[in-house]
């Protein structure tokens, strides 16, 4: 079983940054692929980025550009940084682990935090 824990959310103006951690503990770290979900309200909860275990990385539309997976198996880490901030990057964010094919969709995620609000006012 794996335990996720994420920090780093909080307030932020537009156009700043913020570096949200997800820790893990209770499984092989390295062998997990890793995604970061947000869901704001009255929202589905949507996909944001993934980091494979062979360190691929994906990300959404929305982000490309402005966000940056990436992690630290010596720390059973995965990060999201988060540069020029929009006022529709507020949400709560999650992330997740699994060891399957898809990555994408929060359907195929097994392991999953308790989140972090990050809300960006204009």
């Known amino acids: 079983q794996v335990q996720l824990v994420e920090s780093g959310g909080g307030l932020v103006q537009a156009g700043g940054s913020l570096r949200l951690s997800c820790a893990a503990s209770?499984?092989?770290?390295?062998?997990?692929?890793m995604g970061w979900f947000r869901q704001a309200p009255g929202k589905e909860r949507e996909f944001v980025a993934a980091i494979r275990s062979n360190n691929g990385t994906y990300y959404a539309e929305s982000v490309k550009g402005r966000f940056t997976i990436s992690r630290d198996n010596a720390k059973n880490s995965v990060y999201l940084q988060m540069n020029s901030l929009k006022p529709e990057d507020t949400a709560v964010y999650y992330c997740a682990g699994n060891r399957r094919v898809l990555v994408h969709t929060p359907r195929a995620y097994d392991y999953w935090g308790q989140g972090t609000q990050v809300t960006v006012s204009s």
């Open positions: 209770g499984g092989t770290f390295r062998s997990y692929n």
